[in-house]
């Protein structure tokens, strides 16, 4: 039954088949969620050694296998999915782990593409990323050159790799559509912006970079992966922006809601990308990652803004105010127990 016919108040005997990737993760769970609140029966893949505490409560088929092993996924990618849904990806921010950051997002990308054509997808939902338009001036769009092919941030670089591998896929006829979505917050984050609010819970925040960017709600960005299985064009890039801030308001708004002091003032980029510097040299001998890498400062200290018009136009995409998304978080970080804040 297509998705948005049944009748209120009842679910179809079988709904549509999603097999989702990095379905452990941030995005991942939510996706899972919103697919599961829509009907759609869900096979998620994950690595033997991935913690399914979350996944577990969930009604999911679980699957392992590791996208960058081809073999593991021929098996776990169920026949002719309605929708192969490619959320697992490195986000890794420091220069020593650039070769297995191209193993997961460029070679990864290129077995998920595989193993779908094989399976005979009928679409296919490819969560990219705004870094394949890399460090540019101006409000970013669609048609925006995709500066990420040539950026020194590994990140941007593998990001953009990954689209081509998706692109490939499309040539050889995959039904595929690209989402990108900006700096993502809300329930099931640990890694990400949620950092920020345990740094500043804990008042060990150093400072505030000196940049800016567009944040998206990560419920909003769910919700548009699925509307893109119905209402994406093929081959089409969509940004998920939303709220433009600075990262000062941003850590001010959590100050608030956390009833914690924060900065008033934002850092000198100069100081930002001196301690970046210091770090690396240090982790040259410690092996532990620097507190904030050279790819770290050079995101934070620049502005980087989505137009994503073309998606509200198209998936009916919706931005969210900042203060709601950052209440979400900190709501679900107190009912995990991660942050102490009444």
Not at 18 to 47: K, M, S
Not at 145 to 152: A, D, F, H, T, V
Not at 271 to 276: C, I, K, R
Not at 326 to 333: G, K, R, T
Request: glycine share 10%; hydrophobic share 40%.
């Amino acid at each position: 039954m297509a998705q948005g016919t049944k009748k209120p108040g009842k679910k179809p005997p079988r709904g549509r088949h999603a097999f989702v990737t990095g379905g452990t993760g941030f995005l991942g769970i939510n996706l899972i969620d919103a697919l599961l609140a829509q009907g759609w029966r869900v096979t998620a893949l994950h690595r033997p050694t991935s913690d399914l505490a979350q996944l577990s409560r969930r009604k999911v088929t679980l699957v392992p296998g590791d996208i960058s092993v081809a073999s593991t996924l021929a098996s776990a990618i169920p026949q002719k999915p309605d929708a192969v849904f490619h959320v697992a990806a490195s986000l890794n921010q420091w220069s020593h782990h650039n070769e297995l950051q191209h193993i997961t997002n460029v070679e990864g990308t290129a077995n998920v593409v595989r193993a779908a054509l094989e399976a005979g997808a009928k679409r296919f939902i490819h969560t990219s990323s705004i870094s394949v338009y890399g460090l540019q001036p101006g409000r970013i769009t669609e048609s925006a050159e995709k500066l990420g092919r040539i950026s020194w941030i590994n990140y941007q670089r593998t990001k953009y790799l990954a689209e081509e591998q998706v692109r490939t896929g499309l040539e050889r006829g995959l039904d595929a559509v690209i989402l990108n979505p900006c700096n993502i917050i809300g329930a099931h984050d640990t890694t990400g912006w949620a950092r920020i609010i345990r740094l500043i819970d804990e008042g060990k925040l150093p400072g505030a970079p000196p940049g800016a960017a567009s944040f998206c709600d990560v419920g909003e960005v769910a919700r548009a992966h699925i509307a893109a299985v119905d209402r994406g064009r093929r081959g089409e890039n969509y940004l998920l922006g939303g709220v433009d801030t600075s990262y000062l308001e941003m850590i001010g708004v959590i100050g608030r809601l956390l009833g914690r002091d924060v900065p008033t003032r934002p850092k000198p980029a100069w100081l930002l990308h001196l301690a970046a510097r210091i770090g690396g040299f240090a982790s040259a001998f410690t092996g532990k990652q620097p507190r904030i890498t050279r790819e770290m400062a050079g995101l934070v200290t620049r502005n980087l803004f989505a137009d994503c018009s073309k998606a509200e136009a198209e998936l009916g995409y919706a931005s969210v105010p900042l203060e709601r998304m950052l209440a979400n978080s900190i709501d679900w970080l107190k009912s995990e127990g991660l942050i102490e804040a009444g």
